[in-house]
């Protein structure tokens, strides 16, 4: 199988460009052995870039965790995955219509000689509906619900970008919060289709500092969703103003939730790294 390596602000996904390549037969085994980092490519999962359902559309993203569960949306991979398009030649448009599971994105590229710099990404409107992020937390949406969890009490808002993320305000984000805590929230009884975990301190009024599990993953260098997420929470709990700027640990994401069409926007870094090939057992 030919792939291709790419990251968002360090959120690296192994990439196969399904335009060419068969659509693996088995994407979760698939995702399992290119992500392991000792025995594999290393990577936090896998994303297909397919042909769209639509021919009004322009591609059809797929992504997987590295444990291989299959997710609705990725937000640092469809920047990634609209830098492969255009890179590469495949559709030579700075502006496109990708299909998720949460349905199809629209995304702007800023290129240069050729090469895409970043990319903004329309990740339309967060549901904040319980039922529909889905939490049976009290509330629509669950604004700092207290949740116990060990022995310690988090305040969680619970924000839906397609995929369903919880977010908690702490003073630091330490190690011991995000190993300790992190996979407990992420499996905890409240989130029946388990959640993203967001630990956030705010820097100022339109500045904040994250660290994320992720669901399916562990520990990543930054999530795209997870940020609009944050964005869409520090507005909810009246910390921050509808534009900020996210550091994560691989980078950095600019956020806005409009308060006129209630849209969210992306925009941020996408790299590639390596191409190769890797022998998928049948
Ligand atoms: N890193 C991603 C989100 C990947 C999926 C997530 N772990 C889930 O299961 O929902 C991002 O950049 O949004």
Redesign the pocket.
């Known amino acids: 199988m030919r792939f291709t390596k790419m990251h968002?602000a360090g959120?690296d996904y192994v990439y196969v460009n399904c335009f060419d390549e068969p659509v693996p037969k088995d994407p979760a085994a698939v995702s399992r052995l290119v992500a392991d980092r000792h025995f594999g490519i290393g990577g936090?999962g896998l994303i297909l870039i397919c042909p769209p359902t639509d021919s009004g559309n322009d591609a059809r993203m797929r992504?997987f965790?590295a444990d291989g569960?299959e997710?609705?949306?990725?937000?640092?991979?469809i920047r990634c995955v609209a830098k492969y398009l255009y890179d590469h030649a495949v559709v030579p448009k700075t502006d496109l219509l990708i299909e998720t599971g949460r349905g199809t994105l629209r995304l702007e590229l800023e290129t240069s000689g050729g090469l895409t710099e970043r990319v903004r990404v329309n990740m339309e409107s967060p549901v904040l509906k319980a039922a529909e992020i889905p939490t049976t937390l009290p509330g629509d949406p669950p604004i700092e619900v207290p949740l116990e969890v060990d022995g310690r009490t988090f305040k969680i808002t619970a924000v839906s970008m397609g995929?369903?993320h919880a977010i908690t305000f702490v003073d630091s984000l330490e190690d011991e919060l995000v190993f300790g805590f992190g996979p407990k929230i992420e499996n905890h009884p409240a989130f029946p289709k388990r959640v993203?975990v967001e630990f956030v301190k705010v820097l100022s009024p339109t500045e904040m500092r994250m660290r994320v599990w992720?669901?399916?993953?562990g520990e990543?260098l930054?999530?795209?969703?997870?940020a609009c997420a944050v964005a869409v929470a520090g507005v909810l709990t009246d910390r921050t103003e509808r534009r900020a700027l996210i550091h994560l640990l691989g980078g950095d994401l600019e956020l806005e939730w409009s308060e006129a069409d209630d849209v969210v926007t992306m925009t941020g870094p996408a790299a590639e790294v390596f191409s190769g090939e890797i022998a998928i057992p049948q």
Request: hydrophobic fraction near 10%; proline fraction near 4%.
């Open positions: 968002g959120n936090d992504m965790n569960s997710s609705e949306m990725c937000g640092n991979g995929n369903p993203n992720e669901r399916g993953s990543t930054a999530c795209g969703t997870g």
